[in-house]
């Protein structure tokens, strides 16, 4: 920028003031447009989502047991929480869930979207195959499932016996040959981090739409200049979906820090054995509707949201230096 | 212009905002009466309970029966356990609660106290004939001498027994006074001389009900009347103890295939033939008949070691019927209490499913028609009459949580995180500051 | 925002480049059956769960925690019936219930979000980022704590034990996580299409319409694919709101089964379990063509 020198004339005033309207008209330009398209999300954040949001920080700061009526007791409940060895356990738990299936479940989704893209026939078969899982979803019924595979007696521990393979893991993972990995509180998390990678099939449904919109053109000249799959795969298709690969690390890390449904449902909402399986939302929910203690529950909410906010934000940070908005690419 | 109207409009939703966080505040207080809505002009009642599929169809021909008779519309609101108090929690704290509901005893106390029921007292006798009903079993429903809700049935403790797991190890049913030590050597001769997987008796470590029927037999309670603990951190330990040198003599599952279970009916040793005896309720000896061809057998609980101690056992009443205080209609919602307890024609469409009904006409009526699977039923809870000791002070609000801090620390101990002295001693700690919060 | 500098999108998309003529290369066999054996092995482990499922349906109630295999001892096709017609009212209700629960929540979805996706990607407004942070923030606050305030909302305005409070705010743009995709997919398109637009005389209204939607099919479809699933999966919001089993929807009926204290009549539940996948199953294989047909932009160079 080119630095004044001389003391503001009064063209320059005048100048300045017609920007200035130029740029009041153009705003003003926005305003409709900007209650229409935005109108209906800031009625449904003022009338739906704000009073419940900060009913719950005043919660929070109170002693409510749903049946009375709330009673102030300042920073009681966040101290309370840090004696409670349940509430430990649960950020444990579910932060070892979040580190752990968040990362696997985007990479097998992106790698199943990459392998499923093309147009062959039957693919649209596969496709749906691997999204199966996903339409379970919190079903009950996945309750028995997950006992019938990882239950001492179900279908992992007998293939591991019937090929041999208890015994190479018992030596080298000094497990139990036969040991029920969803009975059992060292595994227990394990089996559910599998369910969470089971169900990629939500990831790997918008990798597929974005890897639709990768122009073949740009495929296509990268194969003529002698790139191989792997590196058109580097080279070009993970830049360009950069962006939803960020969207589903950062909403999957999300949606597994807020994971319910999978504990509640295996473990028939007791997060057991021994809290192995008690995600954050799980204790909360307890805490909340079966312990009445409202309050306690609310503070779990806001501590929660903490963490997460500053876990994306985080994320959004170093977004920066990965993730290309727009592809970058020149064409020849 | 541009800012004022937004300043406009942000002003607005803040104050949108703040009245819309005003409202919990306000509903909480109950100074509103909500009832409006579920009731809606004077029509139909609100009913809901939890149950099943069985019960749920029962529940809704006596429902109608009894609409047909007063032309009143009732709507139903079944749900499952877990589903049920996520409800009605919600619904007393919105303050749109149903007309009747059911209730169960762990949770009476803290209701009552909190002002959510209705005391029934203006209703006895008529139509709320309480006398039907024995004394102890009523009086489990009162709080301060006012009557807030009445049992619909009851049943006691009862360890179910798979004979046919039994013939294959070539024991005898026990009889009522069998003791736990001689339970325990049973249970483990029983796993020996069973396939690998099939075991004497079911892991109670976790259970709180069995340990309350041990407590008594030792002169003890979990509560006492005043919502303190009854018992010592030495007794939860040697209860610890005794299941898990079972669990080592190969008596019962170790903690780990019992951590594996769901905890439905179908997924117990009995029906599944991989037990000889469960620890249960008498109300669900008609299930456990129908979940397996073996013939079914029933005692009471393992008796006290000592000689002469008290069997333990009681009435309990297996669920209650309550009125919210914010019903639309108290008058009908007592009515139609009355007329699923009291009266015959309507309450033996309920049949036994909620457990021995608690009023001596239904019973009365049922009494011809019974299945054998209830006739079982009926003649274990009857055999004890007389024998039963009166039934323990209603648990304090805390009990759900200091019920799953037993569970938690029963398996911290069994998967050997925390030596049993340990495990005990913190659980002990742990109960005792819940009841202080 | 980066701006972009890109050529515009070519005629054609679509995923992995066809091959360039064949070379005979020692192994080139080898890679495309790796490739496959491990795809088939994989669609196994996804849907074996879900054979023994369908098998359990078969079942009677105490086989289903003894038996492990996939091949049902008896035929049960009494559990089906049973099921259908075992709660208070037939599961055709329910299943009407949830479609038109998860039928508006999409349309509410399609509508709302993409508005407001567009406005957070297009539109320059005060504070933009501001509020962009918030509808973040609204994510991440679990539903527990929140219910219940909202509940006393619904409540005062007569909505409880009705479909409104499941279906209404998704027409208030309720589910941020579709306007963060959106938001995503919108950024990926240039900013060149608008200019030429609004050279040619378009405002945001045209822009959105015209260009903007059109190039979002993958978005939308993804978006519609996901809200009715997850509507209809949605299941503690149910519990809350709706009480009259006749307004129950589908997982409401399926919870109603289940019960500590008598036979929790599993094959009836997995019966109607599996009865249940066949629509949102359905809907997805149709759906999912749509994604795969790609984004055919109507001649946009230079």
Same mark, same amino acid.
């Given at each position: 920028m080119?630095?004044?020198?001389?003391?503001?004339?009064?063209?320059?005033?005048?100048?300045?003031?017609?920007?200035?309207?130029?740029?009041?008209?153009a705003?003003?330009?926005?305003?409709?447009?900007?209650?229409?398209?935005m109108?209906?999300?800031f009625?449904?954040?003022?009338?739906l989502?704000?009073?419940?949001?900060?009913?719950s920080?005043?919660?929070s700061?109170?002693d409510?047991?749903l049946?009375?009526s709330p009673?102030?007791?300042?920073?009681?409940?966040?101290?309370?929480?840090?004696d409670?060895?349940?509430?430990?356990?649960?950020?444990?738990?579910?932060?070892?869930?979040?580190v752990?299936?968040v990362?696997?479940?985007?990479?097998?989704?992106l790698?199943v979207?990459?392998?499923?893209?093309?147009?062959?026939?039957?693919?649209g078969?596969?496709r749906?195959t691997?999204?199966?899982?996903?339409?379970?979803?919190?079903?009950?019924?996945?309750?028995?499932?997950?006992?019938?595979i990882?239950?001492?007696?179900?279908l992992?521990?007998?293939?591991?016996a019937?090929?041999?393979?208890?015994?190479?893991?018992?030596?080298?993972f000094?497990?139990?040959?036969?040991?029920?990995w969803?009975?059992?509180p060292?595994?227990?998390?394990?089996t559910?981090i599998?369910?969470?990678?089971?169900?990629?099939?939500?990831?790997m449904?918008?990798?597929?739409?974005?890897?639709k919109?990768?122009?073949?053109?740009l495929?296509?000249?990268?194969?003529?200049?002698?790139?191989?799959?792997?590196?058109?795969?580097?080279?070009?298709?993970?830049?360009?979906?950069?962006?939803?690969i960020?969207?589903?690390?950062?909403?999957?890390?999300?949606?597994?820090?807020?994971?319910?449904?999978?504990a509640?449902?295996?473990s028939?909402?007791r997060?057991?054995?021994?809290?192995s399986t008690?995600?954050?939302?799980?204790?909360?929910?307890?805490?909340?509707f079966?312990?009445?203690?409202?309050?306690a529950?609310?503070?779990?909410?806001?501590i929660?949201l903490?963490?997460?906010?500053?876990?994306?934000?985080g994320?959004?940070?170093?977004a920066?230096?990965?993730?290309?908005?727009?592809?970058?690419?020149?064409?020849? | 212009?541009?800012?004022?109207?937004?300043?406009?409009?942000?002003?607005?939703?803040?104050l949108?905002?703040?009245g819309?966080?005003?409202?919990?505040?306000?509903?909480?207080?109950?100074?509103?009466?909500?009832?409006g809505?579920?009731g809606?002009?004077?029509?139909?009642?609100?009913?809901?309970?939890?149950?099943?599929?069985?019960?749920?169809a029962?529940?809704?021909?006596?429902?109608?029966?009894?609409?047909?008779?007063?032309?009143?519309?009732?709507?139903?609101?079944?749900?499952?356990?877990q589903d049920?108090?996520?409800?009605?929690?919600?619904?007393l704290?919105?303050?749109?609660?149903?007309?009747l509901?059911?209730?169960?005893? =762990?949770?009476? !106390? @803290?209701?009552?106290?909190?002002?959510?029921? &209705? %005391?029934? *007292?203006d209703?006895?006798?008529?139509p709320?004939n309480?006398?039907?009903?024995?004394?102890d079993?009523?009086?489990?429903?009162?709080?301060?001498?006012?009557?807030?809700?009445?049992?619909?049935?009851?049943?006691?403790?009862a360890?179910?027994?798979?004979?046919?797991?039994?013939?294959?190890a070539?024991?005898?049913?026990?009889?009522?006074?069998?003791?736990?030590?001689?339970?325990?050597?049973?249970?483990v001769?029983?796993?020996?001389?069973?396939?690998?997987?099939?075991?004497?008796?079911e892991?109670?470590?976790?259970?709180?009900?069995?340990?309350?029927?041990?407590?008594? =037999?030792?002169? !003890? @309670?979990?509560?006492?009347?005043?919502?303190? &603990? %009854?018992? *010592?951190?030495?007794?939860?330990?040697?209860?610890f103890?005794?299941?898990?040198?079972?669990?080592?003599?190969?008596?019962c599952?170790s903690?780990?295939?019992?951590?594996?279970?769901?905890?439905a009916?179908?997924?117990?040793g009995?029906?599944?033939?991989?037990?000889?005896?469960?620890?249960?309720?008498?109300?669900?000896?008609t299930a456990?008949?129908?979940?397996?061809?073996?013939?079914?057998?029933?005692?009471?609980y393992?008796?006290?070691?000592?000689?002469?101690?008290?069997?333990g056992?009681?009435y309990?009443a297996s669920?209650?019927?309550?009125?919210?205080?914010?019903a639309?209609?108290?008058?009908?919602?007592?009515?139609?209490?009355?007329? &699923?307890?009291? *009266?015959?024609?309507?309450?033996?469409?309920?049949?036994?499913?909620?457990?021995?009904?608690?009023a001596?006409?239904?019973r009365?009526?049922?009494?011809?028609?019974?299945?054998e699977?209830?006739?079982?039923?009926?003649?274990f809870?009857?055999?004890?009459?007389?024998?039963?000791?009166?039934?323990?002070?209603?648990p304090p609000?805390?009990h759900?949580?200091?019920y799953?801090?037993?569970?938690?620390?029963?398996?911290?101990?069994g998967?050997?995180?925390?030596?049993?002295?340990?495990?005990a001693?913190?659980?002990?700690d742990?109960?005792?500051?819940?009841?202080e919060? | 925002?980066?701006t972009?500098?890109?050529?515009p999108?070519a005629?054609?998309?679509?995923?992995?480049?066809?091959?360039?003529?064949?070379?005979?290369?020692?192994?080139?066999?080898?890679?495309?059956?790796v490739?496959?054996?491990?795809?088939?092995?994989?669609?196994?482990?996804m849907?074996?769960?879900?054979l023994?499922?369908?098998?359990?349906?078969?079942?009677e109630?105490?086989e289903v925690f003894?038996?492990?295999?996939?091949?049902?001892s008896?035929?049960?096709?009494?559990?089906?019936?049973?099921?259908?017609?075992?709660?208070?009212?037939?599961?055709?209700?329910?299943?009407?219930n949830?479609?038109?629960?998860?039928?508006l929540?999409v349309?509410?979805?399609?509508?709302?979000?993409s508005?407001?996706?567009?406005?957070?990607?297009?539109i320059r407004?005060?504070?933009?980022?501001?509020?962009?942070?918030?509808?973040l923030l609204t994510?991440?606050?679990?539903?527990?704590?929140l219910?219940?305030?909202q509940?006393?909302?619904?409540?005062?305005?007569?909505w409880?034990?009705?479909?409104l409070?499941?279906?209404?705010?998704?027409?208030?743009a309720?589910?941020?996580?579709?306007?963060?995709?959106?938001?995503?997919?919108i950024?990926?398109?240039?900013?060149e299409?608008d200019?030429?637009?609004?050279i040619?005389?378009?405002?945001?209204i045209?822009?959105?319409?015209?260009?903007?939607?059109?190039?979002m099919?993958?978005?939308l479809?993804?978006?519609?694919?996901?809200?009715?699933?997850?509507?209809w999966?949605?299941?503690?919001?149910?519990?809350?709101?709706?009480?009259?089993?006749?307004n129950?929807?589908?997982?409401?009926?399926?919870?109603?089964?289940?019960?500590?204290?008598?036979?929790?009549?599993w094959?009836l539940?997995?019966?109607?379990?599996t009865?249940?996948?066949?629509?949102?199953f359905?809907?997805?294989?149709?759906l999912?063509?749509?994604?795969?047909?790609?984004?055919?932009?109507?001649g946009?160079?230079?």
């Open positions: 080119v630095t004044e020198t001389r003391p503001p004339g009064p063209v320059d005033r005048a100048e300045e003031r017609a920007r200035a309207a130029r740029m009041r008209r705003r003003r330009r926005e305003r409709r447009p900007v209650f229409l398209f109108g209906p999300w009625f449904g954040l003022f009338a989502t704000a009073g419940p949001i900060l009913a920080l005043y919660f700061f109170t409510y047991n049946l009375g009673s102030w007791s300042g920073l009681d409940n966040y101290a309370g929480l840090l409670d060895v349940h509430y430990r356990n649960s950020l444990r738990v579910t932060f070892i869930y979040v752990v299936s990362p696997l479940a985007t990479a097998a989704a790698l979207a990459v392998m499923l893209s093309g147009n062959r026939r039957g693919i078969v596969y749906s691997y999204y199966l899982p996903s339409l379970l979803g919190g079903s009950v019924a996945i309750a028995v499932l997950w006992r019938q990882f239950g001492a007696e179900g992992v521990n007998q293939v591991l019937a090929t041999g393979l208890d015994r190479v893991i018992a030596l080298v000094d497990v139990e040959p036969g040991t029920s969803i009975g059992n060292k595994y227990a998390l394990n559910l599998i369910l969470n990678i089971w169900q990629f099939g939500a990831p449904v918008i990798f597929l739409a974005g890897i919109q990768i122009p073949q053109d495929l296509e000249s990268a194969a003529v200049d002698g790139a191989g799959r792997v590196q058109r795969f580097f080279r070009v298709t993970m830049p360009l979906l950069s962006p939803l960020f969207f589903n690390l950062v909403l999957g890390m999300i949606s597994a820090f807020k994971a319910f449904t999978p509640f449902v295996v028939g909402g997060g057991g054995p021994a809290d008690l995600f954050y939302t799980l204790h909360l929910y307890a805490t909340a079966r312990f009445r203690d409202m309050g529950a609310s503070a779990m909410a806001w929660m903490v963490i997460i906010a500053v876990f994306t934000a994320m959004f940070l170093t920066r230096y990965w993730v290309y908005y727009g592809d970058q690419v020149k064409l020849r | 212009m541009t800012k004022i109207s937004r300043r406009r409009m942000l002003g607005g939703a803040v949108l905002g703040a819309a966080t005003g409202l919990p505040i306000l509903a909480a207080c109950g100074d509103d009466n909500g009832g809505d579920g809606g002009g004077g029509g139909s009642l609100r009913f809901a309970w939890w149950g099943n599929p069985d019960r749920d029962r529940t809704n021909s006596a429902v109608r029966l009894w609409s047909e008779k007063t032309g009143r519309n009732v709507g139903t609101e079944p749900a499952n356990w049920y108090w996520d409800a009605m929690t919600t619904q704290a919105g303050n749109n609660p149903p007309d509901m059911q209730q169960d005893y =762990q949770y009476l !106390k @803290e209701y009552v106290e909190n002002g959510a029921l &209705l %005391a029934l *007292d209703y006895v006798p008529d709320l309480t006398s039907q009903i024995p004394e079993t009523v009086n489990s429903g009162r709080f301060d001498g006012a009557l807030y809700a009445i049992s619909m049935g009851y049943n006691t403790f360890l179910v027994s798979n004979q046919g797991v039994l013939a294959d070539g024991e005898e049913q026990p009889d009522d006074t069998i003791t736990w030590s001689e339970f325990f050597d049973l249970a001769r029983i796993g020996e001389k069973t396939p690998d997987g099939v075991f004497g008796s892991n109670a470590m976790n259970a709180m009900e069995p340990f309350e029927c041990w407590l008594r =037999q030792r002169g !003890k @309670e979990l509560y006492t009347a005043d919502g303190q &603990l %009854a018992f *010592d951190a030495a007794d939860v330990e040697e209860w103890n005794y299941w898990m040198e079972m669990i080592e003599a190969g008596g599952p903690t780990e295939a019992d951590a594996e279970s769901t905890g009916l179908e997924d117990r009995v029906p599944k033939r991989t037990g000889a005896f469960d620890f249960h309720w008498s109300n669900v000896i456990f008949y129908d979940l397996t061809e073996d013939p079914i057998g029933v005692s009471m393992p008796q006290g070691d000592s000689p002469g101690s008290p069997n056992q009681y309990k669920m209650y019927l309550a009125v919210p205080s914010g639309s209609d108290p008058e009908a919602a007592v009515d139609l209490m009355s007329a &699923l307890i009291f *009266d015959p024609e309507i309450a033996s469409e309920l049949g036994f499913e909620r457990g021995i009904p608690a001596g006409p239904v009365e009526a049922l009494e011809p028609d019974l299945s699977s209830e006739r079982l039923s009926l003649e809870v009857e055999r004890l009459e007389g024998q039963v000791g009166p039934v323990p002070p209603p609000g805390a759900g949580q200091i799953e801090q037993f569970t938690y620390y029963s398996e911290e101990a998967f050997g995180n925390l030596s049993v002295a340990d495990a001693a913190q659980f002990y742990e109960a005792n500051r819940l009841l919060a | 925002m980066t972009v500098t890109t050529a999108p005629t054609r998309t679509g995923g992995e480049a066809p091959a360039p003529a064949p070379r005979r290369r020692r192994g080139s066999w080898l890679t495309p059956l490739i496959h054996t491990l795809l088939i092995a994989g669609a196994a482990a849907i074996y769960p879900l023994w499922m369908i098998a359990s349906s078969f079942r109630p105490h003894t038996e492990s295999g996939l091949i049902p008896g035929f049960r096709f009494e559990n089906y019936v049973d099921g259908w017609t075992g709660l208070t009212y037939d599961f055709s209700r329910f299943y009407l949830s479609f038109l629960i998860s039928t929540a349309i509410g979805n399609l509508t709302a979000c508005m407001a996706a567009y406005g957070f990607a297009r407004f005060r504070f933009r980022g501001f509020w962009f942070a918030i509808m994510l991440m606050l679990p539903i527990h704590v219910i219940l305030p509940y006393v909302i619904f409540q005062r305005i007569g409880v034990d009705t479909f409070p499941l279906t209404v705010p998704h027409f208030l309720i589910d941020a996580f579709f306007i963060f995709l959106m938001v995503q997919f950024r990926g398109i240039p900013t299409l200019d030429a637009a609004r040619d005389g378009c405002g945001h045209q822009i959105y319409l015209r260009i903007i939607l059109p190039l099919k993958p978005a479809i993804t978006t519609a694919i996901f809200t009715f699933i997850w509507s999966d949605n299941f503690f919001a149910q519990v809350i709101f709706i009480n009259s089993p006749r129950f929807t589908v997982p409401l009926a399926l919870r109603s089964f289940l019960d500590q204290q008598a036979d929790s009549a094959p539940l997995f019966a109607m379990a009865l249940a996948l066949v629509p949102i359905t809907i997805f294989l149709v999912q063509r749509y994604l795969t047909t790609g984004i055919a932009t109507t946009l160079k230079g």
